[in-house]
């Protein structure tokens, strides 16, 4: 048993098998990217098909952002201790198991606490996805292939509404958790066969060593910085798929397939932005790109504004800012982790984990607080914006910019 969780069935030669990890990275971390947003349209569905408040339906991506933060402390530090594949393959296996059982869910509680499951052992899977990254590539390979992985998380919040959307259309919100459950069988299958485990140095199983190793990460002043710019990405990418269901559905009086549709745009907007940095990642140095998107994303949050002043709220008023605002992430989010990975090559898996945790903390604490008010107006939602853009800018030109590469 313990050779099967450790070795491959089919061993591949070093090239294919590399060539092999360029798609099982990505794969592993899109399953992250729509861990969260698969569901968003069917919310206005959950609160109604259990009778409960609009917040405590919203609450059940607080819920998996907050067992996701949990995951990172326990699986960061097991992935650098007992390798990459055997808990990576448990966590798939898990996520199977509750992503069936979830449309059996009897309450709302029910369902909170298969959603904190799913998103504790999600946390693995962005996680791992970056450790077989480190461990498997260098230098500007190594660039590529974090592009790619990002592009690939990208791409969850932007196709994942969009067949969420279909899902809660022609059946109802369980198919959503179905859904996961058939790709979470769909990933298990390859990373058995084919993925090796790539951890050369175990760290010892030491809790003095596990700490010490956390210290050195969360004293580290540019990497702090990095995941709270980082944070604020992730908080800017999860207030569509959190108000936006209701501001679509409720406030405008459009069909969960319309929200699925404009998330679909704004998902895109993000991986256009991916894969525009994907072309210049070679020729502008890694400073610029960022200097770009965080101008981008400036620029877009004003117009923003400007439209929330000026036209009244429609679905154009509201999409076409946001598109901005995702392409512009596109540049900011793949350079910023980046850069924090390679802060830590001897323990990737622990400062993954310490990223991931902020993260998700930072983003819960985010979504939770827009739980509590009802959006109605394009003001409302500039006002978001605006508050999370003035930290991102803060955070960078005084903590971060010096560490960014310029070569």
């Known amino acids: 048993m313990n050779k099967f969780l450790n070795e491959p069935l089919l061993r591949l030669p070093n090239e294919a098998y590399l060539t092999s990890m360029v798609l099982m990275a990505p794969l592993l971390n899109f399953l992250a990217g729509i861990s969260i947003d698969l569901y968003a349209p069917s919310l206005p569905a959950i609160a109604h098909y259990y009778a409960v408040s609009e917040s405590m339906a919203k609450n059940t991506i607080t819920i998996t952002m907050l ?16 390798g990459r594949r055997k808990i990576i393959l448990a966590a798939l ?47 500007r390979r190594f660039s590529v292939v974090v592009l790619y992985t990002s592009m690939a998380y990208a791409m969850g919040p932007a196709i994942a509404p969009f067949i969420g959307g279909l899902l809660q259309y022609y059946f109802n919100w369980k198919a959503n958790f179905i859904a996961y459950a058939i790709f979470g069988v769909i990933l298990i299958i390859p990373f058995f066969v084919f993925v090796r485990e790539t951890l050369k140095n175990p760290h010892p199983a030491s809790l003095r060593y596990a700490l010490l190793q956390y210290q050195k990460i969360l ?34 009086g459009f069909t969960p397939m319309v929200y699925g549709n404009t998330a679909f745009v704004v998902g895109v907007s993000y991986l256009c932005g991916t894969l525009v940095n994907r072309i210049f990642i070679h020729k502008i140095t890694q400073r610029h790109l960022l200097y770009f998107g965080l101008c981008a994303l400036s620029f877009a949050t004003l117009l923003q504004l400007c439209f929330a002043l000026v036209f009244l709220l429609n ?47 930072i983003g819960a604490l985010g979504v939770f607080i827009m739980s509590c008010f009802s959006i109605h107006s394009l003001l409302q939602l500039s006002v978001i914006y605006i508050l999370v853009v003035s930290l991102q800018l803060g955070v960078f030109f005084f903590g971060f910019r010096t560490a960014v590469s310029v070569e």
Do not use: W
């Open 315 to 361: 679905l154009f008023t509201v999409v076409f800012p946001l598109t901005l605002v995702g392409f512009s992430l596109g540049f900011i989010f793949p350079n910023v982790l980046g850069a924090c990975l390679k802060f830590f090559p001897d323990c990737v898996g622990t400062a993954s984990a310490v990223q991931a945790f902020a993260l998700m903390v």
């Open 219 to 252: 004293t580290h002043r540019h990497f702090m910085a990095g995941v709270l710019i980082l944070s604020g990405v992730l908080i800017e990418q999860m207030i569509y798929p959190t108000l936006g269901p209701f501001l679509v559905e409720k406030t405008l």
């Open 93 to 139: 296996l898990v996520f199977i198991l509750v992503s069936a059982l979830a449309p059996f869910s009897e309450n709302i509680y029910q369902l909170m606490i298969i959603r904190f499951i799913q998103g504790m052992v999600m946390s693995t899977a962005s996680i791992g996805s970056r450790a077989l990254v480190v461990d498997n590539f260098t230098d």
């Open 67 to 82: 067992g996701f933060a949990f995951g990172c402390t326990l699986f960061g530090t097991l992935i650098d201790v007992l």
